[in-house]
């Protein structure tokens, strides 16, 4: 595995894969691996010839009261990880690299980004939307994998890459479960004991709430329900909410549907969601 940290010679690796006419699939993350993104990795070797990962903790996605400073950081472990998997190339820019002085330029998704995740954190899609532009442009993948955890992210960088034309195929993959089904992610790391066995209300609540409204049951009592499940374990709910899968709007009915989460536990915020009648 070639781990490259300068433009130029990132530049010069992708020539070199172009050159053999190996198509190249991008893997971008903020690192603190885990068996989640080895899951990507994987997706990304069956998609392509070469797999390019990208570790960068990207400060613009972060709200100024967020865990940016805390966020976890394990270059070497990752690195090892991604070289036992068979990854060829990882890409870790340094932060002046990304944002030279000067920068001043942004990528802003509306519509798709503004409910959820953007009530709650202003700003955060634009930072997601600019750096995932500029991974793009620095690594000119053929296509990247993006992990349905993420699902409002998935969605604008859909929209974006759809908006401004990018040849890049956006290959999204089902959310990784740990065995008690709590979602996959980095955050997971920051539960204490007693936290990390009471987040388990996040994926029950919204099985919950999903068996209900695919039932046909009434769709504002589950969600309430689910809020209800999520507070009596300690979290502090930001939204229990349904939407249409695609717009993130209001759900319409005969249309794929998407219930998503997102709550804090003890300072730690998780989010998740489920597809409605396994569709969508
Ligand atoms: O999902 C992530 O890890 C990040 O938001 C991404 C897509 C790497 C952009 O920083």
Redesign the pocket.
Known sequence: MQTIRQLEALREAVRGFRAAGERLVLV???GALHAGHLALVDTARRNGDRVAV?I???PT?FGPDEDFSRYPRQEQRDARMLSEAGVDLLWMPPVEAMYPDGFSSGISVAGVSEPLEGAHRPGHFD??AT??AK?FNQVQPDAAI??EK?YQ?LAV?RRMVTDLDMPIEIIGMPTQREDDGLAMS?RNAYLVEEDRKAAIAMPRALGVAERTISQGGDAQAALEQAREMLTAAGFEVDYVALVDSDTLGEPVAGKPQRLLAAAKIHGTRLIDNVAVNGNG
Request: hydrophobic share 45%; no cysteine.
């Open positions: 971008p993350t903020m990208s960068f903790v990207n996605q930072g997601v750096v995932v991974l993006f992990g993420d992210q960088i980095s």
